[in-house]
């Protein structure tokens, strides 16, 4: 009774642990299972079986159970046992196609037929780029889809290869061949491989036509050259652009603007004496006279009339002394010297005194050689000295090289004039000019006064009791003979 009793524990026992060698078994194999991703079977997540996560089974991923996703025995997919985010196994299937991980191209992709179009080691079913070789799987901007198949522009040409991966040209037309496309080569007929475009206009340097102001009129048609100015406007056709034309409405080729207030004299308001008061309506337009001030009311300013204190609108002056007829009490007396003008030796310039000291019929007062005899008031050069009174300026070396009684300034190496006046020899004097002809004007060593003495070249020239000829200390360019009086 009691052997038998023990025979049916053993049995018992024998049975449960049978029975519990074949649940470890399950429990082993669903979990190798469950590892997988995608996967339709009892450990699919999406799947409506025992092993769903979903469902409500040992195996959901919401239970408590030992296969349970979040659970912490064996099948957890947190865990770390040997067939949970491991490398794969070579030998095993990861993706269940029937090819080893080893020999698989997508071993997470089934792929049973291992197409691989472009021979990059990578299945097409997982490639990234499956049309063109890219092993390396590159994805800069991570959109799915390989930099070399990448196609910004969508023209069907990858960036990689695109010669204009900006803007779609799907002919990837390149004219100059210079590997950039004709829709986005800033010079598509002349090859510019590096775009430079130092204007920044737009227009490579290659092709670039000067164009100073960026307005696509090249310089040498452009009417207005520093002014941007595309559409050329130019209403008054003076070909002076408007954009540009100091006088818009009225033809100024010149663009004169004398008085450089930015407004073109052809259609400014001009104010000549700038006293604020425009030419139209100023009552002397040549003078400064903001006031307008006209004690006579003739419309001309006191400033600018000749008989201020007399109206005289056509300021009449019949012997242009600078006084108005309606102011002048003799009219032949043009500088009111009190010397008629028939009688005065200086009818232009007041001399009471009719002085003539060389008696060329000039008043001393208007003479332009007063010390010598020029009654025509010969002067070539205008410069105000009569021809009497000035050498004749030409080259020389010595005294013999000038003309009549010049002398030769061996500085200026330049004739110059000696005395025209009537002042005689060792006579008081001031300047050249009052000693007679071949004398000038030098200071006596002896007295310090000055006195006319004479030009020399050589002692032989001298006359005296001590005949010398000496450097000038008031003018170094000449020699003077020594004066002892």
């Known amino acids: 009774m009691v052997a038998n009793r023990t025979r049916r524990a053993l049995r018992h026992t024998l049975l449960v642990a049978t029975l519990l060698l074949t649940l470890l078994a399950m429990v082993a194999c669903t979990t190798r299972r469950s590892s997988g991703s995608g996967r339709n079977n009892g450990d699919n997540n999406g799947g409506n079986n025992g092993g769903n996560n979903g469902g409500n089974n040992a195996t959901n991923n919401n239970g408590n159970n030992a296969t349970n996703n979040g659970g912490n ?55 990234n780029c499956p049309e063109l070789s890219n092993p390396d799987q590159a994805d800069r901007d991570r959109d799915g889809e390989g930099d070399l198949c990448d196609d910004s522009d969508n023209d069907g040409i990858g960036d990689l290869i695109d010669n204009c991966p900006s803007r779609s040209n799907s002919d990837q037309r390149d004219s100059d061949d210079d590997g950039i496309g004709d829709v986005c080569d800033n010079c598509p007929d002349d090859s510019n491989f590096g775009q430079g475009d130092a204007d920044g206009d737009g227009v490579g340097d290659a092709c670039d036509i000067p164009d100073v102001d960026n307005d696509g009129i090249a310089d040498g048609d452009d009417n207005c050259l520093q002014v941007s100015n595309p559409n050329q406007a130019d209403a008054d056709d003076d070909g002076v652009g408007d954009a540009c034309d100091n006088c818009p409405d009225t033809a100024n ?63 009449a002056d019949a012997n242009r002394n600078g006084v108005g007829d309606a102011c002048d009490s003799n009219p032949n007396d043009r500088d009111g010297d009190n010397v008629l003008d028939a009688n005065d030796n200086c009818p232009a310039v007041a001399n009471t005194s009719q002085a003539d000291t060389d008696n060329d019929g000039v008043g001393n007062a208007c003479d332009n050689c007063p010390q010598a005899r020029n009654a025509d008031q010969r002067d070539a050069d205008n410069d105000g000295i009569g021809d009497a009174c000035e050498g004749t300026g030409g080259t020389c070396s010595t005294n013999g090289d000038c003309p009549g009684s010049d002398y030769c300034d061996t500085v200026a190496l330049q004739c110059a004039p000696t005395g025209r006046g009537t002042v005689a020899l060792g006579g008081p004097c001031s300047i050249d000019a009052e000693c007679q002809p071949g004398h000038v004007c030098e200071a006596s060593l002896l007295t310090g006064t000055t006195v006319c003495t004479s030009i020399c070249d050589s002692e032989a020239d001298c006359t005296g009791a001590l005949p010398l000829c000496f450097p000038s200390t008031d003018n170094p360019g000449r020699t003077v003979c020594l004066i002892t009086f």
């Open 253 to 315: 080729a010149n663009q004169r603007d004398a008085n450089g207030n930015g407004v073109g004299d052809a259609c400014d308001v001009a104010d000549r004496d700038d006293d604020g008061v425009t030419d139209n309506e100023d009552n002397c337009p040549a003078l400064p006279n903001f006031n307008q001030a006209d004690r006579d009311n003739d419309g001309v300013g006191d400033i600018c009339d000749n008989c201020p204190a007399n109206a005289n609108t056509n300021q």
């Open 73 to 127: 025995n064996a099948t957890n997919n947190a865990t770390n046992n040997a067939t949970n985010n491991d490398p794969l196994d070579p030998d095993a299937d990861e993706d269940d196609d029937g090819v080893a991980n080893a020999d698989d191209n997508c071993p997470y992709t089934p792929n049973h037929s291992q197409g691989d179009d472009d021979e990059d080691g990578v299945g097409d079913a997982c490639d």
